[in-house]
C-alpha cells in the first residue's frame, strides 16, 4: 500500500526548535505559479463542493515554498494562498497532472500547488496519554477518521479578514508570522478539545510531513505537554463548549508506548487520518 504520509523534515530530540529558534521569510516568490489551464476550474471546484458541504469556508493560508534546518535554527519561506486554491489544486482530481507539469515546467512537482502549511500536534497528558479526536462528517479531509488536534496558522489573525489579493506582504513581518505559527497550534487544541490554555506547554516543534492524497500538502508537527490527566482532558472535551466541537463526534487516548509502536501493520493505522499519521511518523523518529 502506498503511503499516505512523508516525511519532509525531521527533527532529532536532541535539538529543540521552538518560537525563539525559528526564522521565517514572507515573500510573493514563494507564492504557487498559476496554471493556464487548470485555474479557470478552481472556481467551479469551489462552488460545487460549497453546494454539497455548506459549512465549509475559504479563507487566506500560509503556503510553504521550503523549509530546513540549520544547526538549531528552522528556516521557513512562505508565500499566501487559500483554502479555494487548495480545494482546486492539491486536492483536484488533476493533481497528478499539476505535479508532473511543475516537474516539466520549474523541475518542482509543487510548483503549481497551494500547498497550505498545516499544523497539528502529539498533544501528550500528565498520565503519558496521546489525544486522538474522530473527525466529523463535515469535514472536507478524511471524515469519520482518527486525528490529531489540528488547523492552519491563518493570515487573517495578523492582517484581518481581507481578500488574499488585498494582503500586503509588507504587513506580514517574520516576528508576526512566527507568533501565528506557534500560536495557531495552541489555539487549535483549546478549540477542539475544549483544555485551557493555562495547562498546555510551549509547542515544540519535530518536523514537517507531507499528505500524499492530499497532493503532498504539508503540516508542521509539534509536540504539546498538558498538565491534565487523560480523564480530566475527556471530561473537557464532553461538556461541548469548545469553538470547533462541530469538527469531532469523540475522543480517545492511546498510551505514549502504543503510539511510537504503531505502523502500516497495525489495526489502528488503517483508522487513521493522513494527516495523523504525518505526525505520529514524525513522532517516532523524534523519540529515536
Not at 494562498?81 to 523541475?107: H, I
Request: glycine share 6%.
Amino acid at each position: 500500500m502506498e503511503n499516505e504520509s512523508i516525511v519532509l523534515l525531521s527533527v532529532p530530540c536532541t535539538q529543540n526548535i521552538n518560537n525563539s529558534n525559528t526564522q521565517i521569510v514572507m515573500h510573493e516568490k514563494f507564492n504557487r505559479h498559476a496554471h493556464l489551464t487548470n485555474d479557470l476550474q478552481i472556481d467551479t471546484n469551489w462552488d460545487k463542493r460549497v453546494r454539497e458541504n455548506p459549512k465549509i469556508f475559504n479563507g487566506t493560508k500560509f503556503r510553504l515554498s521550503s523549509v530546513s534546518l540549520s544547526e538549531d535554527v528552522l528556516f521557513l519561506n512562505l508565500g499566501l494562498t487559500c483554502y479555494k486554491d487548495f480545494l482546486g489544486t492539491n486536492w483536484s482530481e488533476n493533481a497528478k497532472c499539476l505535479a508532473l507539469d511543475g516537474v516539466r515546467d520549474f523541475q518542482d512537482s509543487q510548483a503549481y500547488m497551494s500547498d497550505p502549511l498545516g499544523v497539528g500536534a502529539i498533544v501528550l497528558t500528565v498520565d503519558e496519554k496521546v489525544v486522538l479526536l474522530k473527525r466529523s462528517c463535515h469535514c472536507a479531509e478524511a471524515p469519520g477518521f482518527w486525528d490529531i488536534p489540528g488547523g492552519h496558522p491563518e493570515p487573517q489573525e495578523i492582517v484581518g479578514k481581507i481578500p488574499l489579493e488585498e494582503i500586503k506582504f509588507s504587513d506580514l513581518s517574520a516576528q508576526s508570522v512566527v507568533k501565528e505559527l506557534y500560536g495557531s497550534i495552541t489555539r487549535e487544541v483549546v478549540d477542539e478539545v475544549n483544555i485551557p490554555i493555562s495547562v498546555l506547554s510551549q509547542p515544540r516543534f519535530i518536523g514537517v510531513a507531507q499528505n500524499i492524497s492530499a497532493g503532498k500538502r504539508p503540516s508542521s508537527e509539534f509536540i504539546i505537554s498538558c498538565s491534565l490527566s487523560s480523564v480530566e482532558v475527556s471530561e473537557f472535551y464532553h461538556k461541548g463548549s469548545q469553538e470547533e466541537a462541530y469538527e469531532s463526534t469523540s475522543i480517545q487516548f492511546l498510551d505514549k508506548e502504543t503510539v511510537l509502536k504503531l505502523g502500516p501493520n497495525s489495526d489502528m493505522w488503517t483508522t487513521l487520518a493522513p494527516s495523523a499519521k504525518g505526525c505520529i511518523m514524525l513522532y517516532q523518529l523524534h523519540n529515536r
